[in-house]
């Protein structure tokens, strides 16, 4: 079963806005990870969060985890075209003897130039 | 140093056809997953190794086989494939995080 929930499905926004899209997640974590794809292309890794921490930031992308509500967003400001892909979020758990991830259902979002 | 390479891209096959997909990686990840990735349901992991000769079943392994004779390389095979097994197949690689990912394999069983 999925993990991670996100909302919105799509979003569609101008050049320069910013963007932001939300992961809901059911169990507890390890960590939270975001990752692109755009079309017709493998995932490629944004950013990685940890459960003791609240907020990260890497160059235009911020992200926030609060474990209380099992909940992250992403934002990505300054949007531009390039930027449309989709988005998922991905959650690492603890136990396991592996590095599994379980996958959201995915953004899908669109910068309109 | 080209990642995660998964072979064939495309591929059509009828019910009933057996066919493997390769996937190669060469950055001598212990950890490599197999995923099948279909519209409104994101990524959904079929199975994983934790390295050279092992495998294991993820959330969907039905219908499914792997093996991991050498660390690089992680074969998924499709003994008689179904209609329903129409996806994107994803390969992908790690040793910690993140995962590496591959830019997949489409598959159309008619």
């Known amino acids: 079963s999925q993990q991670g929930e996100e909302d919105p499905q799509a979003l569609s926004i101008q050049e320069g806005e910013n963007a932001t899209m939300n992961c809901s997640y059911k169990t507890s974590i390890n960590n939270l990870q975001w990752y692109r794809q755009n079309s017709g292309r493998g995932l490629v890794h944004l950013i990685l969060i940890r459960s003791n921490e609240r907020e990260k930031h890497s160059g235009r992308l911020r992200v926030t985890l609060d474990t209380s509500k099992k909940s992250s967003s992403l934002l990505i400001t300054a949007s531009r075209a390039a930027d449309t892909a989709s988005y998922f979020c991905?959650?690492?758990?603890?136990?396991?003897?592996?590095?599994?991830?379980?996958f959201g259902t995915g953004t899908l979002l669109a910068v309109q130039p | 140093n080209a990642g995660v390479t998964q072979t064939p891209k495309f591929r059509v096959l009828k019910t009933g056809q057996s066919m493997t997909l390769l996937c190669a990686q060469d950055?001598?990840?212990?950890?490599m997953y197999w995923y099948r990735q279909d519209p409104g349901m994101g990524l959904r992991l079929i199975h994983y190794s934790v390295g050279e000769g092992t495998t294991a079943k993820g959330e969907v392994p039905d219908g499914y086989n792997v093996s991991r004779l050498k660390k690089q390389n992680f074969l998924l095979g499709l003994e008689s494939a179904a209609p329903s097994q129409t996806s994107v197949y994803f390969c992908a690689s790690n040793n910690g995080q993140p995962q590496h990912f591959g830019d997949g394999t489409r598959l159309s069983i008619l």
């Open positions: 991905a959650t690492s758990s603890y136990g396991g003897a592996t590095n599994k991830l379980i």
């Open positions: 950055m001598n990840h212990e950890y």
